[in-house]
């Protein structure tokens, strides 16, 4: 069995978590990009999601996390029982949620969903595969919003495409290794072919922005409907 080794040193983040809503039971933050969600093991990952919100909230938990380079809506929970009701939700599928993203290219359909199992591979870490056979099962839906060229600073024309993604489950980088299956990496993704197109290279961040979150409060029963527009 092949040992995972992390080498990967997050750089200082100096935006800000913004909070959009918070009671005795749940907070809910737009997280910035290149933040981590939980602290890594290595001391020099110490910064995290997780970190900066304990010393506000004691006891506070991760019901869910994004990856380092996605920015947007995370709900988290102050307590365990509020932790264990959340994550329910999120097992059982009931919770929705929706993502702004920009694809490399221009996509031929308007719509579609891409249903591709998806599986760890300790040997390429920390990338994840595509593999039918002991790969868990993973959907996700997308919606072509706008189709557009961006100008670059050697002023070459680039082809995206603006989309709102829809996971159906929740595997570990599925949006992106979805879209590069697809054929259109995320713009900015370094695992999944996001700047290998010309004129990428210099892209400031992982274009894929969580916009919309919709859950059932555990205390007070009511639908929250969050959404974060998207910076980009």
């Known amino acids: 069995m092949s040992t995972i080794i992390d080498t990967f040193i997050a750089p200082p983040c100096h935006a800000q978590i913004e909070t959009l809503y918070q009671d005795e039971h749940l907070v809910l933050i737009n997280k910035p990009a290149g933040l981590l969600s939980l602290s890594g093991k290595n001391p020099q990952n110490l910064d995290s999601v997780h970190y900066r919100l304990v010393q506000t909230f004691p006891g506070c938990t ?11 809506l995370m709900v988290v929970a102050r307590n365990k029982a509020i932790n264990a009701a959340l994550c329910q939700q ?11 993203a ?59 495409t603006r989309v709102q993604l ?12 979805h879209c590069q299956q697809l054929g259109h990496p995320i ?32 205390v007070s029963a009511e639908r929250v409907k969050a959404h974060s527009p998207s910076p980009f």
């Open 62 to 72: 991760l019901v869910h996390r994004l990856d380092f380079g996605t920015s947007g």
């Open 90 to 100: 999120f097992s059982q599928r009931s919770v929705s949620k929706a993502y702004s």
């Open 102 to 160: 920009l694809l490399c290219g221009h996509l031929e359909d308007n719509e579609g969903v891409i249903d591709a199992a998806i599986a760890k591979d300790p040997a390429l870490f920390p990338l994840m595969s595509i593999c039918a056979v002991s790969g868990k099962p993973a959907r996700s839906g997308y919606r072509v919003l706008e189709r557009f060229y961006q100008q670059r600073e050697d002023g070459t024309l680039l082809p995206l």
């Open 166 to 177: 829809t996971p159906e489950t929740g595997r570990t980088h599925q949006l992106r290794i």
């Open 187 to 218: 713009l900015g993704c370094d695992l999944y072919g996001g700047l290998l197109l010309p004129g990428t290279e210099r892209t400031p961040r992982l274009m894929l922005h969580a916009s919309e979150l919709h859950f059932v409060h555990p």
